[in-house]
């Protein structure tokens, strides 16, 4: 009988080695399990990339202009002692896994070939780590090639019966290295008979097994350390590897545990789709150490982590899944300060023994609050809390901080012995990090970089390793550095695949004086219109210019010209991509990170005065009464007349001598602007507040000279108005436009909840009342929150209101209905960002749409992609926020430095009562400090917290209520913060 | 019902009677001479053939006739059923009302399965899904398969969860002759080398499965024991076909043999949990043979062209046929068997060392030779 297996690769065509499958299940989100075969099919054309080998450029495959992808290996890779005649590394997936700072090191590890099965292994374990890794394999100095192993006939292994995946993945990496080697000594000999150096291929393993099997094969390995302590600096190199693998192997023995242990992941999928539990992004009160809150959609309020035990390892950003505590365990929040630094100053880094999770100091801490809980003023009603049963994903990222002294045990410079010392990073809200560090000595007093790699069980506080030194404590280098690292800017200067996208004609760049000129084609010649600029004095970046005029019947035309930044950069080239990622200018006190290069920020784009530039023109026709009449938008050429500072705005229309057309069209946009600005106050629109304040810095050296709050000027508000108005016009026809595609920004209506307190504050402390009901409740209220003595006192209430408020956010139009296009603040139904395209993205993106809908260029697709625009909304999202806090803390530090030695006394107002301490504002100077009990006197004063008044009565020799929004004499000097080694301001009570 | 649509047998009254009568002798001569009643069609077998599927099987018989089966296995959400208790605690209020529940729920209750987490369909080319053939055999092979009800058992995950079984079962060849027992050993050779992902996550969670296909575990699980290692402890069932010809029963029958069958039965037998030798019967069914449609010869005596006389009647002409029974002249047989035979078909597919026994035993060979 005649038979045909059905079977594809079968036993039978084993002569067939090309094809070879792999079978695994797959689980979709949907929850359906699929049995998945794929099928390989292997080739030998993958080449090795050794500029040694000439076989491998011969059978490589050749790209659609016949040329073969650069060879990446060098051909006199270097070498080290034990191994002479130069080395390719291969390293596997735990080699990258724990030493990814050590690879990304310039001056070492060059000339590494990445394996296929360890990349995908990495990319399964963390996706951070494998974007790194890309990264790397992208840097054409440090030489990484991405060899796939299981792709080529000779490396490909089969799984054997009864291997596990590991044990597979540790026999292809070793059969890889093997070939390569055979390769590379088969490579320099076709090359020439006499070379005898012969680099070798060096497999970087920390699997004491691997190593094994790979010394009984003899391919040559080494395990990471061994390869590091080669190197030249090794110490500091040494440093850098991750903690987590060493520190399993020593302590595996140790059966002391600290913390719960996780629930598996299946267990808290269905516990989050069952409501039983609850996931969200875990958040530590600033105030407050041992207090964490999770923000989950069941519940109005955030549910309270209380003390370490419950929060089980969680560091603030994780995104967690929480279990909520039964009823009688429910507090209030904290209304205590407790800090880290004070409670657990004596902890040794070194030793574990005799440590408890809750250490006594903090259960004592934590039984004040319990005490206080009873009390009935809505600020005090217990609060549902939770405690924390697993981590759905870890947010950690670099943290800076400084070497705790007390730490180390030995200072001594030249010692090189390794020691462990903690870590006290800069976020009060991140655990002390315990690193081992043979460079102790050094690091003291240093700004030091440093990563988290695990928090186990058994551990009070997480492991991590040393990253980089910053420099000097205080300096203004290592502490720009710290904060645009704390607030991830990125800072590195423009890479040259950036700057090659910039024009060729450098500074010289110059509208086209023909008017056939390409760049003229779809662009309105304005040039004769008498435009002229307004920003703060220095500024070189002009994004927008203004122009009114009257009409013949009695309207008029006012129009707001954009700098034309999407003219020079094109969607998903370098520099966009660049753009995109920065997402915005970052501002800080003596630096300006700008998020395009400089040639197009403050020249090209530029809106300079007396110059032709390109711009994006808005045009309305308004009545007198600042109606709209029409809206047009072009592309277009404009002259700016001049460039003024709102000061010398402000002189110049004060003056009633100057009656040239520029001077009476800028009086013309004021007129209307005040218009419009009470048409949006009557329309809801908020005034908020936020403490601004200026340094004023000495131009050489840049130190800070003086603080000044910032004043507002009407030219001001002008400016404001007409690029809200511009704003409101563009996200209007943006959206007509692209009904899905378009990207808004909204500003969420806050939740009633959110100004609960604020409210009782006021009624009870003021007998004022605060509405909530809509933004133009709110005004209203916020309008009559008025103390006769004390003007600062509506600002006051702003500031916290403003606090209470939801952030804006960029969206896109099609993931959100229209009534929550809302903007609250504004009180307008749909906005945008169109007028900031040098310093923003959002408004660079805008401006694409903008030209799209008004038919002048085609939209690019991924301006027409929802699933692209989401990604990009919510990177600048992020980069926006973090670009303001850079800002304010940039402002802080320099603030501290201008109060450097000084001794001032000033007045400030209360904001915040806790049971041992306050909150002081100093709306001079804009800083909000605490003041401790004990701050005022030794021994800490005996105090009464009266939670319901918002009184704290201090007894004892000071002998004195402190109210909430009592308005008192503070002493202002410095002093170096513990906690931080930041100088940060300290203020007394008079 | 009868196989009605299987091709017919083309043999003339005269064959069909010396067919008959060399079956009946002792001991029976078939029409492959090489063979004696218990032996079967010698086949070609094969598994896991389709590699997208958790399990598969591919059985090719001598005669031509070949089968493929698939088994594929999704998770899918349970229907919330109270547990006995909690039931006795709701009907407890309007108590007297337990009599209601129906006999087949009663019977769907006993495990923690049900029979709805097997489908099972029948594929056979010529046929359309809702002819006779294929959901007859469709019907036959899926009760044989719960009638034990171990399998449905296997496919619970948790209170929640479950793993609906598909059973797809191809005849790839033309129906050339009666295909119930091919069809069940290739089902019974795809279902004993199925395999389910290996479960991870523990009691009533949303499932969570290994990604590792090695280490999924078979739907059938093997015992760890040293004497019967690889071999599972509890199998699937298989039908075997066994037709009744006078006193002598023939296993495995062909087409041509049928067509001469007195009676036909299809037996399905698991391997039994109690002792290690012999096997258990779960079901057991009378096939209508295709016998009965065959046309009956014409006795000289009825013939007027020979000489004889044609009956008046139709009643007239049974008389005359019921006294000719025996005289080789073909009459379709009128179906019916005896107790004893019955008793002995039994005796002979369950006993130790039996026809069960020996194909259950030669399917698990294949897998594990």
Same mark, same amino acid.
């Given at each position: 009988m005649e038979y045909f297996s059905l079977k594809r690769s079968s036993d039978l065509n084993k002569g067939q080695t090309n094809l070879s499958s792999k079978v695994y299940v797959r689980s979709t989100k949907s929850g359906k399990v699929q049995k998945i075969v794929r099928e390989l099919y292997l080739r030998r054309d993958i080449p090795c990339s050794s500029n040694l080998c000439r076989a491998c450029l011969e059978i490589a495959p050749t790209d659609y202009s016949k040329k073969v992808a650069p060879f990446v290996l060098s051909d006199t890779p270097a070498g080290s002692k034990n191994f002479p005649n130069g080395q390719y590394l291969v390293p596997d997936t735990n080699a990258f896994l724990t030493g990814m700072d050590l690879f990304e090191v310039e001056t070492a590890f060059h000339d590494v070939i990445i394996l296929q099965t360890v990349l995908e292994e990495v990319k399964n374990r963390s996706l951070p780590l494998y974007h790194r890794l890309i990264a790397l394999t992208k840097n054409e100095g440090k030489r990484f090639y991405v060899f796939f192993n299981e792709f080529r006939q000779e490396t490909y292994v089969a799984r054997q019966v009864g291997e596990t995946i590991n044990d597979r993945n540790d026999r292809a990496v070793r059969t890889a290295v093997q070939w390569y080697n055979q390769h590379i000594t088969d490579a320099v000999r076709a090359r020439s008979k006499k070379q005898q150096r012969v680099p070798t291929v060096v497999m970087i393993t920390d699997d004491r097994d691997n190593l094994r099997k790979a010394k009984a094969d003899s391919i040559p390995a080494l395990s990471l350390s061994d390869f590091v302590s080669g190197l030249e600096n090794a110490e500091e190199l040494l440093d850098m590897i991750s903690a987590a693998q060493e520190r399993r192997e020593v302590r595996s023995t140790k059966a002391e545990v600290f913390y719960p242990e996780y629930f598996t992941m299946s267990k808290m999928m269905t516990g989050v789709k069952n409501s039983t539990m609850h996931q969200g992004i875990f958040n530590v009160s600033p105030y407050n150490y041992l207090e964490g809150s999770v923000h989950v959609p069941a519940f109005d309020k955030s549910l309270l982590v209380l003390g370490r035990e419950n929060s089980n390892r969680a560091i603030s950003g994780d995104v967690v899944v929480v279990e909520v505590l039964p009823k009688d365990q429910w507090k209030a929040p904290s209304t205590k300060i407790i800090e880290e630094e004070t409670l657990n100053?004596?902890?040794?880094?070194e030793a574990e023994d005799?440590?408890?999770?809750?250490?006594e100091r903090e259960r004592r801490a934590l039984q004040d609050e319990v005490k206080r809980v009873?009390? #009935?003023?809505a600020e005090g009603r217990p609060q549902p809390t939770a405690r924390v049963v697993g981590i759905i994903k870890r947010n950690w990222r670099q943290y800076v901080g400084h070497i705790d002294r007390d730490s180390v045990r030995s200072s001594s410079k030249s010692s090189r012995q390794q020691q462990v010392v903690f870590l006290i990073p800069m976020d009060k809200r991140i655990p002390k990090i315990r690193i081992r560090t043979r460079q102790a000595g050094e690091l003291l007093g240093q700004r030091v970089l440093a990563n988290i790699d695990s928090w186990d069980r058994d551990s009070r506080y997480p492991v991590g390793h040393f990253i980089r030194s910053l420099g000097e404590l205080e300096s203004k280098g290592a502490e720009t550095e710290a904060l645009l690292l704390e607030w991830d800017v990125q800072y590195r200067p423009f890479p040259k695949t950036v700057l090659d996208c910039l024009p060729a004609e450098g500074h010289d760049w110059k509208v086209p004086a023909s008017l056939d000129d390409s760049g003229w084609i779809g662009r309105k010649d304005l040039r004769d219109l008498l435009v002229c600029s307004v920003d703060p004095? =220095?500024?070189?970046?002009?994004?927008d210019a203004l122009h009114a005029r009257k009409l013949p019947n009695g309207n008029f035309e006012v129009g707001v010209h954009i700098a034309d930044v999407s003219h020079f950069v094109k969607p998903n080239n370098a520099m966009d991509k660049e753009a995109s990622q920065r997402g915005t200018t970052v501002y800080l006190v003596d630096k300006r990170i700008d998020m395009l290069p400089m040639l197009l920020g403050t020249d090209l784009c530029s809106l300079k005065p007396y110059v032709e530039r390109y711009a994006f023109s808005v045009i309305w026709e308004v009545t007198p009464d600042a109606d709209i009449v029409t809206a047009n938008f072009t592309k277009s050429v404009i002259r700016s007349r001049e460039a003024f500072s709102y000061e010398q705005a402000q002189i110049r229309i004060d003056d009633s001598a100057q009656q040239d057309d520029l001077t009476n069209g800028m009086r013309t946009l004021m007129m209307l602007s005040k218009k419009l600005r009470q048409k949006r106050y009557d329309a809801g629109a908020l005034n908020l507040a936020s403490p601004e304040v200026k340094v004023q810095t000495e131009s050489e050296t840049s130190d800070p000279v003086d603080v000044q709050t910032k004043k507002l000027l009407d030219t001001n508000s002008l400016v404001e108005e007409f690029m809200l108005l511009a704003n409101i016009s563009v996200a209007g026809k943006n959206y007509e436009a692209f009904p899905q595609t378009a990207l808004l920004r909204r500003h969420a209506a806050p939740p009633k909840t959110n100004f609960e307190e604020l409210a009782n504050q006021l009624k009870v402390k003021k007998g004022l009342e605060l509405r909530v009901d809509s933004s133009k409740a709110l005004a209203d209220s916020l309008d009559k929150c008025l103390d006769a003595q004390d003007p600062f006192f509506n600002t006051l209430v702003r500031i916290m209101a403003t606090r209470c408020m939801m952030s804006a956010e960029y969206f896109c139009? =099609?993931? #959100?209905?229209?009534?929550?296009?809302?903007?609250y603040g504004l009180a307008s139904e749909i906005y945008t960002h169109f007028t900031s395209p040098i310093r923003r993205y959002a408004d660079l993106e805008a401006h694409r749409q903008l030209a799209a809908a008004i038919d002048y260029e085609q939209l690019d697709p991924s301006l027409h992609s929802k699933a692209k625009l989401e990604g990009v909304c919510k990177n600048i999202n992020v980069r926006h926020r973090n670009a303001q806090m850079a800002g304010r803390s940039s402002v802080e530090y320099y603030v501290g430095q201008a109060l450097k030695g000084k001794d001032i006394t000033e007045e400030g107002f209360v904001m915040k009562i806790f049971s041992n301490g306050f909150v002081v504002f100093v709306p001079r100077f804009g800083i909000e400090s605490l003041i401790r009990l004990r701050d005022l006197s030794t021994p800490e004063p005996e105090a009464e917290f009266d939670a319901e008044n918002y009184v704290l009565r201090v007894k004892g020799e000071v002998k004195r209520d402190i109210e909430l929004f009592e308005k008192v004499s503070v002493r202002i000097t410095d002093q170096i913060e513990e906690s931080t080694g930041k100088r940060k301001v300290k203020l007394t009570l008079v | 019902m009868a196989p009605a649509q299987l091709q017919q047998v083309n043999l003339s009254p005269a064959e069909l009677s010396y067919l008959r009568s060399t079956l009946s002798q002792t001991p029976p001569i078939r029409l492959d001479h090489t063979k004696g009643p218990r032996d079967f069609r010698s086949m070609r077998a094969e598994y896991?053939?389709?590699?997208?599927?958790n399990g598969s099987a591919r059985i090719a018989l001598e005669d031509g006739l070949e089968a493929l089966v698939g088994v594929k296995a999704e998770v899918e959400r349970s229907q919330w059923r109270p547990t006995p208790e909690e039931r006795d605690a709701r009907l407890s209020v309007a108590a007297g009302d337990i009599d209601m529940k129906d006999e087949d729920d009663e019977d769907d209750n006993k495990g923690k399965g049900q029979n709805a987490w097997v489908e099972m369909s029948v594929e056979i080319a010529g046929f359309r899904d809702d002819d006779s053939l294929p959901v007859f055999l469709a019907s036959m092979l899926t009760e044989s398969l719960l009638a034990s009800g171990e399998l449905k058992d296997r496919l619970y995950i948790n209170s929640r969860f479950h793993w609906k079984l598909y059973v797809d079962i191809l005849l790839i060849s033309p129906a050339l002759s009666y295909p119930l027992a091919l069809l069940s050993m290739t089902t019974h050779l795809a279902l004993l080398t199925s395999r389910l992902p290996a479960l991870k996550s523990e009691r009533d969670e949303d499932p969570l499965f290994d990604d590792d296909w090695d280490a999924s575990v078979p739907l059938y699980p093997k015992s760890k024991g040293k004497a019967a290692a690889g071999s599972p402890v509890d199998k699937p069932p298989v039908i075997v076909l066994a037709m009744a010809v006078g006193s002598n029963v023939i296993f495995d029958p062909c087409k041509e043999e049928l067509a001469v069958a007195d009676a036909v039965l299809a037996i399905a037998c698991a391997n039994s949990q109690s002792s290690p030798n012999g096997t258990r019967i779960v079901s057991i069914r009378t096939i209508d043979p295709p016998s009965h449609l065959t046309p009956p010869g014409v006795p000289n005596s009825m013939n007027s062209a020979t000489g004889g006389v044609v009956p008046t009647s139709g009643a007239d002409a049974l008389t005359q046929r019921e006294l000719l029974a025996n005289s080789g002249v073909w009459t379709p047989p009128r179906g019916g068997m005896k107790r004893g035979l019955v008793g002995q078909v039994v005796k002979m597919v369950v006993e130790k060392g039996g026809v069960a026994e020996e194909v259950i035993d030669a399917l698990q060979a294949i897998e594990v030779g």
């Open positions: 100053k004596n902890d040794n880094a005799g440590e408890n999770v809750v250490s009873h009390g #009935q003023s004095p =220095g500024c070189v970046d002009i994004d139009s =099609g993931t #959100q209905a229209y009534p929550e296009f809302r903007h | 896991d053939v389709l590699p997208g599927a």
